[in-house]
């Protein structure tokens, strides 16, 4: 079955720190992956996508099949980053719902 | 352009009773999920539903059930609560049968079971 780790609760940089939220996925087949986020008394949003390769709010995620990882980067952190992040996979057959991570909440401190 | 919204917002329940909760999906999306988020855990894949058939289902027993109604707008059903069952129900809706990627979550029912 497919899984998705998010191994820290909890990330606390400085603003101007560079961030990396990691998230290691299991799955055999060709997934697609995403970030979500949820900002304070907000609803749970899109980031970003791998099949798009873009940089949204300066974040950024690759793909790395062979390390099965699809880490979020940010080269400095500001104050509005400060979140609740999900990494979450597609499954290319079979059900395309998403399957979540438990999240990590990033803290960006002035 | 009309969001997801979700009803109610909050609701407490005991073990053995039955729950409703809502969902209008946002406007010009036919397919709408239902996932349960724990607390400290992401959500949770319950269901989906596109043009009012369930397509897709996660590991949840029977008594999580639902439908979807003409206008696209949602609910799920849970019997015979239990303990476990207490958690945000969150209610997101896209277009597209099977093919979802991006979803747009509502804020959520929180339901409590003593």
């Known amino acids: 079955a497919q899984r998705v780790t998010q191994p820290e609760k909890l990330l606390s940089v400085f603003k101007g720190a560079p961030v990396e939220l990691k998230c290691n996925y299991s799955?055999?087949?060709?997934?697609?992956l995403f970030w979500y986020v949820q900002y304070s008394r907000q609803r749970l949003q899109l980031l970003l996508r791998h099949i798009s390769r873009e940089s949204i709010k300066g974040f950024t995620a690759d793909l790395n099949k062979g390390e099965t990882s699809f880490h979020l980067k940010k080269p400095f952190a500001q104050e509005e980053d400060s979140a609740m992040y999900y990494c979450?996979?597609?499954?290319?057959?079979?059900?395309?719902?998403?399957?979540f991570g438990s999240g990590t909440r990033l803290q960006v401190q002035p | 352009e009309t969001g997801v919204t979700q009803s109610p917002t909050h609701l407490i329940k005991t073990r053995g009773q039955q729950v409703t909760l809502r969902c209008s999906s946002q406007s010009g999306h036919n397919t709408v999920s239902w996932y349960q988020q724990a607390l400290g855990q992401g959500p949770q894949f319950i269901f989906q539903y596109y043009r009012e058939e369930e397509n897709g289902r996660g590991n949840f027993p029977p008594r999580f059930s639902g439908l979807q109604f003409p206008n696209y707008s949602s609910e799920l059903n849970v019997n015979a609560l239990e303990l476990d069952d207490s958690a945000l129900y969150l209610c997101a809706s896209t277009m597209g049968g099977l093919d979802t990627g991006e979803l747009f979550f509502g804020e959520g029912s929180r339901l409590t079971v003593l």
């Open positions: 979450a996979l597609k499954m290319d057959t079979g059900r395309r719902a998403l399957t």
């Open positions: 799955y055999s087949g060709s997934p697609e």
